[in-house]
């Protein structure tokens, strides 16, 4: 059994950065994150498998970076140039195969069965 804590939302100004972290415990391959913003369906953020292969959503390329720490099992997102439209729920979610490579959907939700709470990310203007 995987299970997934979430750290590091926040407030911030547009324009500002927060970093995003996911606590793991259980054996992972393939960990992503997610949000939802209110009256909105989720959406994939970035993704990251255990060979290093990343995948990121058009609206946040260049401006986050999914990374992890596998010696502490522990997930990353660092977001830049935050916009309102960031403003959502991030959620971490984890898989133990799947790899984010060629045309594997790395970034939907359908291929994650275990979820975190999530940490709350408010960009004001």
């Known amino acids: 059994q995987v299970q997934l804590v979430e750290s590091g939302g926040g407030s911030v100004q547009a324009g500002g950065s927060l970093r995003l972290s996911c606590s793991a415990s259980?054996?992972?391959?393939?960990l992503g994150w997610f949000r939802q913003a209110p009256g909105k369906e989720r959406e994939g953020v970035a993704g990251i498998d255990r060979d290093g292969n990343t995948r990121y959503a058009d609206s946040v390329k260049g401006r986050f970076t999914i990374s992890q720490d596998n010696t502490k099992n522990t997930l990353y997102l660092q977001m830049n140039s935050l916009k309102p439209e960031d403003t959502a729920m991030y959620h971490c979610?984890?898989?133990?195969?799947?790899?984010?490579?060629?045309?594997?959907?790395?970034?939907?939700?359908?291929?994650?069965?275990?979820w975190g709470q999530g940490t709350q990310v408010t960009v004001s203007s």
């Open positions: 259980g054996y992972t391959y393939r």
């Open positions: 979610a984890a898989a133990t195969s799947g790899r984010c490579y060629m045309n594997y959907p790395c970034l939907a939700e359908a291929r994650y069965p275990y």
